[in-house]
């Protein structure tokens, strides 16, 4: 028989780095799960991502034992790696901060394809250059597909 679902926890932790303290504890200790027992876990599993941001989805169960799946990195960590600036720009439509090219976008809608809500390739790329215009980045080039 299938285990009961007491609830859903999404965090975004760094990679190889959880720790009992806030944003982790509270968010577990507040479900009842066993926050040591889930930062080993986690450090075991994101070893080989070491200080990326990873979003996490944490399933507890109602006899307390949990699960998690790590996704891939968001979009706009990895468009700030690709175009090698701290932050985005604070006034997107105006001010500029970096670029990336189609290629770029390309290598990174493939890495986030299991996790963005689209069907092909091209929309995947759409969406991850809408959050670059979005962070103030242009996208050079022409599009692929047009």
């Known amino acids: 028989m299938a285990k009961e679902v007491s609830g859903l926890i999404k965090l975004q932790v760094r990679g190889g780095s959880a720790n009992p303290a806030p ?18 876990q986690f450090n075991a599993r994101t070893q080989d991502k070491a200080g990326k941001v990873l979003p996490c989805v944490i399933t507890v169960y109602a006899d307390k034992s949990f699960e998690f799946v790590i996704k891939t990195p968001p979009a706009a960590v990895q468009l700030m790696e690709a175009a090698k600036i701290k932050k985005g720009s604070p006034e997107s439509n105006k001010k500029k901060v970096g670029s990336v090219t189609w290629e770029q976008v390309r290598a990174i809608a493939d890495d986030k394809m299991s996790d963005l809500n689209c069907f092909t390739p091209e929309s995947a790329m759409k969406m991850v250059a809408g959050t670059a215009r979005s962070m103030g980045l242009t996208v050079k080039g022409t599009a692929p597909w047009g």
Do not use: Y
């Open 23 to 40: 944003p982790v504890g509270p968010a577990l200790g507040a479900k009842g799960v066993n926050i040591m027992e889930f930062c080993k």
